[in-house]
């Protein structure tokens, strides 16, 4: 049935493709107003205000009330994590929870590195912003914005964080020192959520860009992987002449062409004529398991919560213990495939129970969970390969870091097809989908090895005047 | 002609004649096997068995098939908890002109928790759940609750037909109490008497207060063979059956399994798996000429545009289907936790699939066709057994990874069957396309108005379709 699909797809995209050019042309910057009401005559606030993260009694308190209440339901004998979180397991992370974690700690972790918020467009954007602790003479340290994604969290990035701005601490060459921005996407964590209608990925791009011009940064580097590759894409398409460089964890192509199809019909049998390397084979065939069954296995999340976001979201910013099955079964299944197989899905193989509850946390005091499931109904809920956006091209220098665990692979040659000017693509050793947070070092590395490579190219560019 | 060709053959020597005769002996045979090897075709679902209990099936031990009385009941406790639990929900405002475009609108929902709060009843919808006797027995290891409403008077001279009805996802057996009386008692109804039922409807187990089942693959096909168990338990070799949403795969299966038992099959909703060509034809076709590809005018209306109406919509309304089908434990976790968000989750339905168009209001129309008492009896009933879990598996063990090769799929139904077609359903079927299944179609009606909940939401229209069957089965 698969191949019928398949087949019929494939048919109609080679007439679809006959009628379809890529337009050549930069995304324009829509000036919008998210905030509540109408948007007033004055002027917005531009000021930058410190912020700190807090928690009261109350809040705890309440917290362990609804922990101590919670229903389970037992799971069906031998189902491990095939039909989700296990809840068995799943008593055992709320018992740590209620009783070992220790969320005014955690607190402290958080508020180590600086964080702010600021009035952009009618919503309060919070971010996180560490400069270097020390700079040897005469270097100055380069900008780089991170985005996160769901069900993730700017906390993803705390342990690569010190690794950018103060690598010689922390055994890493010390040739690029950067000045990290990690701002959180409007209607996630600290960050406000629009009360309007329509914002998306190209929305969050704007608001970046109005942030890190406020901060001061005219020409900067953006990082991202799940949401923040498609806003940091769009912030590269609006605004080319500010993004140095893009590095993207995770690439997804939505512009299918005849040549991709085709390439996995034949890829596998002809891998050099569609440019695939033999790691591009191993990871992507048999293709029907890894591509199309595994987007239905695991994206029922996506489909819901592009379509009803505020029912999905509803008993999950109702129950702290609903909440933290729903975001951590990401972490185990987006980190290793075959963690479904495992009765605690593998979960603290590759993270700590306190790491993974602090992000369920900031979900949790935020209250964000409906507005960050809004963001799926506003990108795809009319249609995966329908934004304008999707069909331009990326012409700012680009490095991708591909990850073994990724739930897709997109070989080079496929991602070239948008991102035209690809300087670096490296095949990970090890690895999933939340690469900050669970192979920072690799990361990081791979980030300073993609800014070694455009810094060298403006030096060409620039002897070559 | 015959004469003639009689008369040429006649006419030929012998080897000739051989060489004419004996390929059309052969030929005539050949297609004397084929058709009765094509009248074996015939065939039905294999019924299987199956144990569903925790651990391992007890080796020698027979079953204890006594059926026992039951009543719901409810404590203190279990309401005090409850609205502890409301009082602590946490809203989110939805987003401005967002209506129900986005899913349960979280102001209206607080008016419903507010009346779920202070006015909704428990103790009171208790006594109208008990008003019709329940029992519970246990079928291949697990309990299984059902509801049993006998005629109080049948006229002379007819008997009381027995009739099971089943219902879905996220209804359950309450979505029948206002259509008993009609079936068991037409007379007290204002209608004619001359066809009576006594009614029994089950809970699938995993809902409501029937068992969850410990095992994994408790399909569609395992709750057809638990209710035959029921049914013959019962005492009864014949009757009819009904059903919508999972109960109209439940008793389609019924009928696959054994076709001699069920004497009528009643549908308001209709599952194809399998479209084919033909069908893809007639979508290409039907906008323009509908009765070259045996689509009527009516199935025209509710059909095209297909892509809008059917595609475009089919993905914005399975959001639910898709998780469900893959990750039901996850998914079920908070609802079973918190009550606001279990009744969002299903009263979301109960609007959008009683009328598409309510996602355009800021309430969603929920009250425009149902009372806020019968709703969140609904919800109860999944919060008190903590079944939305259990529920949500059973999309998980029948979506399989190729719905061609499900055994059902295969096997065509034979028995009698009336299939009513209601205009806000959530996909139409034509009569066309379902008679690739349905071989035996005696009624099909294309309901004046209704949605997917039909016995909840048109308890009438629904018994004169159903009572219009029975009688064409019976030749009344």
Not at chain 2, 257 to 267: E, R
Request: glycine share 8%; with cysteine.
């Amino acid at each position: 049935m698969f191949l019928e699909i398949f087949l019929t797809l494939a048919l109609g995209t080679i007439v679809y493709l006959f009628f379809s050019r890529k337009k050549e042309e930069t995304l324009p910057i829509e000036e919008g107003w998210w905030g509540k009401g109408q948007k007033p005559d004055s002027e917005e606030d531009a000021t930058v205000r410190p912020f700190k993260v807090e928690t009261t009694e109350a809040e705890l308190n309440d917290l362990f009330r609804r922990l101590d209440q919670t229903r389970f339901t037992e799971p069906l004998e031998d189902s491990y994590f095939h039909y989700g979180f296990n809840s068995v397991y799943l008593r055992e992370v709320v018992s740590y929870w209620r009783n070992q974690f220790n969320w005014k700690k955690q607190v402290e972790v958080l508020n180590k590195f600086p964080q702010f918020k600021t009035k952009i467009e009618g919503l309060d954007v919070h971010f996180v912003h560490v400069k270097p602790p020390s700079l040897p003479e005469g270097r100055s340290a380069k900008p780089l914005l991170m985005v996160h994604g769901w069900p993730g969290s700017v906390y993803e990035f705390y342990k690569i964080i010190p690794l950018l701005t103060d690598p010689a601490s922390h055994g890493l060459s010390d040739e690029h020192i950067f000045e990290v921005i990690c701002p959180s996407i409007p209607g996630y964590g600290f960050s406000e959520a629009s009360h309007k209608k329509g914002f998306n990925s190209v929305s969050a791009a704007g608001i970046f860009y109005k942030l890190m011009l406020r901060l001061g940064f005219n020409e900067f580097y953006a990082q991202g992987g799940d949401w923040g590759w498609l806003i940091c894409t769009n912030l590269a398409q609006i605004a080319p002449n500010h993004v140095k460089g893009l590095h993207l964890n995770m690439v997804s192509v939505t512009n299918m062409r005849f040549t991709q199809l085709l390439s996995i019909l034949l890829g596998r049998y002809f891998p050099g004529l569609f440019g695939f390397q033999d790691e591009d084979v191993r990871r992507m065939f048999p293709f029907l398991k890894k591509g199309p069954y595994m987007i239905l296995m695991e994206s029922g999340y996506a489909h819901i919560q592009a379509t009803k976001p505020d029912t999905a979201g509803c008993g999950l910013n109702d129950s702290p213990v609903g909440l933290a099955a729903y975001i951590l079964e990401k972490f185990s299944t987006w980190t290793e495939p075959e963690f479904r197989k495992l009765e605690d899905g593998g979960l603290e193989r590759k993270y700590s129970l306190d790491d993974l509850l602090t992000n369920v946390m900031l979900y949790w005091v935020s209250g964000c969970m409906v507005s960050a499931m809004r963001f799926y109904k506003e990108n795809i809920g009319k249609g995966i390969g329908t934004q304008k956006h999707e069909k331009l091209s990326v012409r700012v220098p680009t490095g991708i870091a591909s990850f073994p665990n990724e739930l897709l692979h997109t070989p080079r040659s496929w991602a070239q097809q948008k991102y035209v000017n690809i300087i670096s693509f490296n095949f990970m050793p090890r690895g999933g989908h939340f690469a900050a947070f669970e192979e920072p070092e690799l990361l990081a590395i791979d980030i300073q090895q993609f800014v070694g490579k455009v810094e060298k190219k403006e030096v060409w560019k620039e002897k070559g005047k | 002609m015959w004469q003639q060709i009689l008369q040429s053959v006649r006419s030929l020597e012998y080897p000739r004649r051989n060489a004419v005769l004996a390929p059309a002996a052969l030929g005539a045979g050949g297609l004397l096997v084929c058709w009765l090897l094509s009248r074996r075709k015939i065939k039905t679902l294999a019924m299987g068995d199956g144990w569903w209990g925790s651990g391992e099936r007890p080796p020698r031990e027979k079953e204890d098939e006594t059926i026992q009385c039951f009543q719901i009941e409810t404590s203190d406790r279990e309401i005090q908890e409850l609205h502890q639990r409301l009082d602590q929900a946490r809203y989110i405002p939805p987003l401005e002109g967002a209506a129900f475009q986005y899913g349960f609108n979280s102001t209206y929902l607080q008016r419903v928790v507010a009346y779920w709060r202070n006015q909704f009843d428990w103790r009171k919808q208790l006594e109208i759940l008990n008003q019709y006797p329940h029992f519970k027995t246990t079928i291949e290891g697990i309990e299984v609750h059902f509801v049993h409403v006998k005629p109080s008077r049948v006229p002379k001279g007819q008997a009381a037909r027995p009739l099971l009805m089943v219902h879905g996802w996220p209804g359950s057996f309450y979505e029948f109490y206002k259509i008993i009386p009609l079936l068991t008692d037409p007379a007290g109804q204002g209608l004619n008497e001359d066809v009576v039922f006594e009614v029994i409807c089950p809970s699938i187990p995993g809902y409501g207060f029937s068992e969850a089942p410990h095992q994994q693959g408790f399909d569609t096909l395992a709750a057809a063979r638990i209710f035959h168990k029921l049914m013959q338990r019962l005492g009864f070799q014949e009757f009819y059956v009904q059903g919508g949403d999972w109960g109209s795969r439940i008793t389609t299966n019924m009928a696959q399994m054994l076709p001699k038992s069920v004497k009528g099959l009643h549908l308001n909703f209709i599952f194809i798996t399998s479209g084919g060509l033909g069908m893809l034809v007639s979508l290409l076709l039907g906008a323009y000429v509908p009765w070259l590809v045996g689509l009527t005018r009516e199935d025209s209306r509710r059909l095209f545009p297909y892509f809008e109406k059917n595609v475009y919509d089919l993905l914005r309304e399975t959001g639910y289907l898709h998780i469900q089908a893959t990750k039901p434990d996850t998914a079920g976790c908070a609802l079973n936790d918190s009550p606001v968000g279990l009744a969002a989750y299903i009263l979301e339905k109960f609007s959008t699939w009683t009328d598409k168009s309510f996602r355009n209001m800021d309430n969603g129309g929920l009250e425009r066709k149902f009372s806020l008492d019968d709703l969140l009896t609904h919800v109860m009933i999944y919060w008190v057994t903590s079944s939305i879990v259990s529920s949500m598996r059973f999309y998980k063990e029948n979506v399989s990874k190729n719905p061609n090769a499900a055994p059902d799929a295969r096997v065509g139904v034979y028995v009698p069957t009336g299939l009513a077609a209601f205009p806000q359903e959530l996909a139409h079927t034509p009569r066309s396309w379902a008679k690739k299944k349905f071989k035996n179609i005696v009624t099909y009606s294309y309901m004046p108005r209704g949605g997917h909940f039909a016995a909840f939401e048109e308890p009438e229209l629904l018994a004169q379709d159903i009572r219009q069957l029975v009688k064409k089965v019976e030749h009344l």
